[in-house]
């Protein structure tokens, strides 16, 4: 298994540019989460799936829009990239085993806006 | 809104030292978990506890979580090299929702070897 995959690694944006940052889970996890991570910061949800086709807010969900279409993929969409927005993405999954819920994180994008 | 606050933000210890990190909900938790972040790293997830005054051990690390369900800690007994990183506590509301988990800033552990 490749657990939680995430694409690009680094983007540089200019302010105002969108973007798509991808990612991916192959452990048949229902539940999916992308989080931010700023300097010296904990990890901020943004928005999250408790299985295809259901998103909901986070606690920072403003300027990010996320789908689910299948279990595998949960994208999230940038659409007008301000300097706000420079962090550190991280996507996760998780799967409720009894009580339970560890959750896997990817590798992290990135992300400077210009 | 649920707040986890985590202390102290940073600690710098010598190989062998002791090394303890606390963790404080402004709500009930129904359960907490704690993961570990290298530099440059994903968060790891490390254990979670759901009992009140539960304590687990792992190796050198024990955690527990406080009889009322607002508190944890995070204990590294003798610590190593290997042990640096930041580690997060990150709760449960008491509200029925097992899956969205509110973290704190983290503790990030240095340690002169």
């Known amino acids: 298994n490749a657990g939680v995959t995430q694409t690009p690694k680094f983007r540089i944006l200019k302010i105002g540019q969108s973007m798509t940052l991808q990612c991916t889970q192959d452990m048949n996890h229902n539940y999916m989460y992308w989080y931010r991570q700023d300097p010296g910061m904990g990890l901020k949800l943004i928005y999250y799936?408790?299985?295809?086709?259901?998103?909901d807010k986070g606690e920072v969900p403003n300027g990010y829009n996320v789908s689910r279409s299948t279990t595998e993929d949960f994208p999230l969409r940038l659409e007008l990239a301000a300097p706000s927005q420079t962090s550190v993405y991280f996507c996760?999954?998780?799967?409720?085993?009894?009580?339970?819920?560890?959750?896997?994180f990817g590798p992290g994008t990135r992300l400077t806006v210009l | 809104g649920q707040q986890v606050m985590q202390i102290p933000q940073y600690q710098h210890v010598q190989e062998g030292e002791d090394f303890t990190t606390y963790c404080n909900s402004s709500t009930t938790l129904s359960n907490i978990q704690w993961y570990k972040q290298r530099p440059g790293g994903h968060p790891v997830f490390l254990i979670q506890l759901v009992k009140s005054g539960e304590v687990k051990k792992q190796k050198r690390l024990t955690f527990q979580f406080g009889e009322a369900k607002k508190n944890s800690s995070l204990h590294i007994t003798a610590t190593q090299t290997t042990d640096v990183g930041t580690y997060f506590c990150a709760g449960f509301g008491s509200g029925g929702s097992n899956y969205k988990l509110t973290f704190g800033k983290g503790t990030l552990l240095t340690v002169n070897p």
């Open positions: 996760a999954s998780s799967i409720l085993a009894g009580e339970i819920n560890e959750q896997f």
């Open positions: 799936s408790v299985g295809a086709g259901i998103t």
